[in-house]
């Protein structure tokens, strides 16, 4: 998100991905998109229930496709396989966040037919 302002302090790192995403209880799985044996993309992911919904679903945490790979496909094909994970663990839903400024990513995402959902604001609580 540099490209759109961004300043905040990136932590992920390879060690962080090793701890929280692998060993007994991994905090998110993920899958990675290569080109020639090179990886262009990845999506994280984590289980979730929405309670409106009364269903269980796939939380994207993270879509990357690098720069000079974008508008290949490879967004697509990466969602697609989320969609597959979503319903091989039972999931109704996929549900992501979008950076208000990221135009192109609400784009590509409404061209794969996501909803945009205007009556929620995402917080947090540092702990």
């Known amino acids: 998100m540099r ?13 962080a ?11 998110f799985g993920g899958v990675v998109a290569e080109v020639s044996g090179e990886v262009v993309g990845f999506l ?6 929405d309670t409106d919904a009364a269903c269980r679903l796939l939380f994207v945490v993270d879509l990357y496709v ?20 979503a ?4 999931a109704k839903q996929i549900v992501w966040t979008v950076d208000k400024r ?6 590509f995402y ?13 917080m947090y609580l540092d702990i």
């Open 110 to 122: 409404e061209g794969i037919g996501a909803l945009y959902v205007e009556q929620l604001d995402l």
């Open 102 to 107: 990221n135009v192109k990513a609400k784009r």
């Open 17 to 27: 991905l090793e701890r929280d995403g692998f060993g007994n209880d991994p905090a």
């Open 66 to 85: 690098a720069q000079a790979m974008r508008k290949r496909g490879i967004g697509a094909v990466l969602m697609n396989e989320a969609r597959r994970i």
């Open 44 to 49: 994280l992911h984590h289980a979730g229930y």
């Open 3 to 15: 490209e759109l302002g961004d300043t905040s302090e990136l932590r992920l790192d390879a060690a």
């Open 87 to 90: 319903g091989e663990t039972g």
